[in-house]
């Protein structure tokens, strides 16, 4: 068993990291971002981006390169967005949100260590980059680092209690390591759930049947069926009952 869950895992965490960066990536153009008068544009979370166009519609060198990466990585063409993310930074070496990019271009690449790098960068320049802690802890599972991984998914959840990517992600290695100390299996339901709850009120169906399918491996029913209960009824055909 245990080494059926040691393939197992760096697998789930895979698909974990890829559509956390898929979410992640499209937030540029959520309602929530707010634009100042400096040419960039604060997201939900707190992180600084870049404008495309200058307030005098001059497209900078910085912007370019911006564009092109963002543009390759949504091609995966990883190579050019590594390449164009890094000319992006000896611009403007100081941006968290470049480093954050950079480092989930390296991740897609599978080059871990300069992922890690990168994302600690983004930490050091903005340390309440919560999708930079959350990525972070991805890169660190995909090495099974997972003391480091957990580290990182705590800071998130103390800077936003409220993430419902960072409960999915602690509920998620809590589960893993729930054989090695049984009392992590109740944690990782009470995260699993609260994740549901978070998803469903973003209205992201997606990840909390992801959740909720979390949650029944912890085999804890009571809280399985709360969260089940919280599903609409169109909903609750797509998911196996309590």
Not at 49 to 59: F, H, L
Not at 224 to 241: D, G, H, M, N, R
């Amino acid at each position: 068993m245990e080494k059926v869950m040691k393939t197992i895992v760096p697998i789930i965490v895979f698909i974990t990291f890829v559509m956390t960066t898929l979410a992640c990536r499209n937030d540029a153009g959520d309602n929530l971002a707010q634009q100042d008068n400096k040419g960039q544009t604060t997201e939900a979370d707190g992180s600084i981006t870049e404008k495309v166009v200058e307030q005098d519609g001059i497209i900078s060198d910085l912007d370019i390169l911006i564009e092109k990466g963002d543009k390759a990585f949504e091609e995966r063409n990883l190579d050019e967005a590594v390449n164009s993310y890094t000319k992006a930074l000896s611009l403007n070496p100081d941006s968290a949100d470049l480093h954050y990019r950079l480092g989930l271009a390296y991740g897609h690449k599978g080059q871990l260590d300069d992922a890690i790098l990168a994302f600690k960068q983004a930490i050091s320049f903005e340390p309440n980059h919560i999708k930079a802690r959350n990525n972070l802890g991805l890169a660190y599972e995909r090495k099974a680092m997972l003391d480091q991984a957990l580290s990182e998914y705590r800071q998130a959840i103390r800077i936003n209690p409220n993430d419902a990517q960072s409960h999915y992600n602690i509920a998620r290695v809590y589960l893993i390591r729930r054989n090695q100390d049984p009392t992590l299996g109740p944690l990782s339901a009470d995260h699993y759930f609260r994740a549901g709850e978070l998803f469903l009120e973003q209205g992201n169906e997606v990840w909390a049947i992801m959740a909720y399918n979390g949650l029944k491996q912890t085999k804890s029913k009571e809280s399985e069926q709360a969260l089940y209960e919280k599903f609409s009824p169109e909903l609750q055909q797509k998911v196996e009952k309590p």
